[in-house]
């Protein structure tokens, strides 16, 4: 679907060589906040699949997310660790690149965008998307050897498909929907869904033998399930009230697999800034943290240790 100008459609562009956006080195550039599980699933890709050389980064602070403006750029590099100004443009909002891409739109400025220098516009501000298409959208002008494998291979593609969908509305958004209750109600009705999602990632990977989830092959469900549960214990506990349990305390399967990923899996260190992560939510969300106070913990932000031998890891869960 083609992004309809002066409307809050997103754009689904696609890099292929058969299309408007072909895998060209260097052409393209991705526009992120370090803060945000969504905007992560790309740049993820990117530090997984070696194109960190090929596809250009911006990073917008995680705070202030200022009403009707949204998520600016530092004005230097040093003001603050880790944000970038704009590369291209020089911007001072992310809202102005979305403007110079439709200077009518009329929907949120969200991260990620990824750019298309050549023809100045948006290719796609749509995550999931991204993550479906971009670990292979460069293959054809790499190099044999630096290939990644597929993370959407056909033979788990119907496994794939369908956790996908449930772990997006119960797990991805779901942390959300509580976090953002407007009610006792809705909260009450929101947290057990995350509580289930997690009881039934905690057995998936243990049925199937890990060390991912579904067992030996890493693939997409991996990455989605990352950049939320990275946030789980130093965010979401606190910030979202999802405190029926956390991730180190009572899911010691998913606390493995998350621990393997982080520090043995070539990007997944490299693409998480717990510093971002803690400072975003509760300095932009005043209406949940009227006061913008960060809490220090947890320490650490992720523990050490992997146990490698995967059949001797318990299983945890949440009654929910």
């Given at each position: 679907?083609a992004?309809?100008?002066g409307?809050?459609?997103?754009?689904?562009?696609?890099?292929?060589?058969?299309?408007?956006?072909?895998?060209?080195?260097?052409?393209?550039?991705?526009?992120?906040?370090l803060f945000?599980?969504?905007?992560?699933?790309?740049?993820?890709?990117?530090?997984?699949?070696?194109?960190t050389?090929?596809?250009?980064?911006?990073?917008?602070?995680p705070?202030?997310?200022?009403?009707?403006?949204g998520?600016?750029?530092?004005?230097?590099?040093?003001?603050?660790?880790g944000?970038?100004?704009?590369?291209?443009?020089?911007s001072?909002?992310?809202?102005d690149i979305?403007?110079?891409?439709d200077?009518?739109?009329?929907?949120?400025?969200?991260?990620?965008?990824?750019?298309?220098?050549?023809?100045e516009?948006?290719?796609?501000?749509?995550?999931?998307?991204?993550?479906?298409?971009?670990?292979?959208?460069?293959?054809?002008i790499?190099?044999?050897?630096?290939?990644?494998?597929?993370?959407y291979?056909d033979?788990l593609?119907?496994?794939?498909?369908?956790?996908?969908?449930?772990?997006?509305?119960?797990?991805?958004?779901?942390?959300?929907?509580?976090?953002?209750?407007?009610?006792?109600?809705?909260?009450?009705?929101?947290v057990?869904?995350?509580?289930?999602?997690?009881?039934?990632?905690?057995?998936?990977?243990?049925?199937?033998?890990?060390?991912?989830?579904?067992?030996?092959?890493?693939?997409?469900?991996?990455?989605?399930?990352?950049?939320?549960?990275i946030?789980f214990?130093?965010?979401?506990?606190?910030?979202?009230?999802?405190?029926?349990?956390?991730?180190?305390?009572?899911?010691?399967?998913i606390?493995?697999?998350?621990?393997?990923?982080?520090?043995?899996?070539?990007?997944?260190r490299?693409?998480?800034?717990?510093?971002?992560?803690?400072?975003?939510?509760?300095?932009?969300?005043?209406?949940?943290?009227?006061?913008?106070?960060?809490?220090?913990?947890?320490?650490p932000?992720?523990?050490?240790?992997?146990?490698?031998n995967?059949?001797?890891?318990?299983?945890?869960?949440?009654?929910?």
């Amino acid at each position: 679907m083609a992004h309809k100008p002066g409307t809050n459609d997103g754009w689904h562009g696609v890099i292929s060589k058969n299309g408007p956006f072909p895998p060209v080195a260097g052409r393209y550039h991705l526009y992120i906040g370090l803060f945000c599980p969504f905007a992560h699933r790309p740049n993820l890709v990117r530090h997984f699949c070696g194109l960190t050389d090929i596809i250009s980064l911006s990073v917008v602070r995680p705070y202030p997310n200022i009403k009707g403006e949204g998520l600016r750029f530092p004005k230097t590099n040093d003001e603050y660790p880790g944000a970038t100004v704009d590369d291209l443009y020089g911007s001072e909002f992310l809202r102005d690149i979305y403007l110079r891409a439709d200077k009518d739109y009329a929907g949120a400025y969200s991260v990620p965008v990824l750019w298309d220098k050549e023809t100045e516009t948006i290719v796609s501000n749509d995550s999931a998307d991204m993550l479906r298409w971009l670990p292979n959208a460069f293959d054809p002008i790499l190099p044999v050897v630096h290939r990644r494998a597929h993370l959407y291979p056909d033979a788990l593609r119907p496994q794939i498909d369908e956790i996908s969908a449930w772990m997006q509305t119960d797990l991805n958004a779901g942390v959300y929907k509580a976090g953002g209750a407007a009610s006792q109600a809705d909260y009450d009705k929101a947290v057990p869904v995350v509580f289930r999602a997690l009881n039934r990632i905690e057995r998936l990977i243990h049925d199937n033998g890990g060390p991912f989830i579904l067992g030996k092959h890493i693939s997409e469900v991996d990455l989605r399930a990352y950049t939320t549960i990275i946030r789980f214990d130093p965010i979401y506990v606190q910030h979202c009230k999802c405190n029926l349990g956390t991730i180190r305390h009572n899911y010691p399967t998913i606390n493995n697999w998350l621990k393997n990923l982080y520090y043995n899996v070539d990007g997944f260190r490299e693409s998480t800034n717990f510093k971002h992560i803690k400072e975003s939510y509760p300095k932009n969300q005043a209406d949940i943290n009227p006061k913008g106070i960060v809490p220090m913990g947890p320490i650490p932000d992720i523990e050490s240790g992997v146990d490698h031998n995967w059949g001797l890891v318990s299983v945890g869960s949440i009654y929910v």
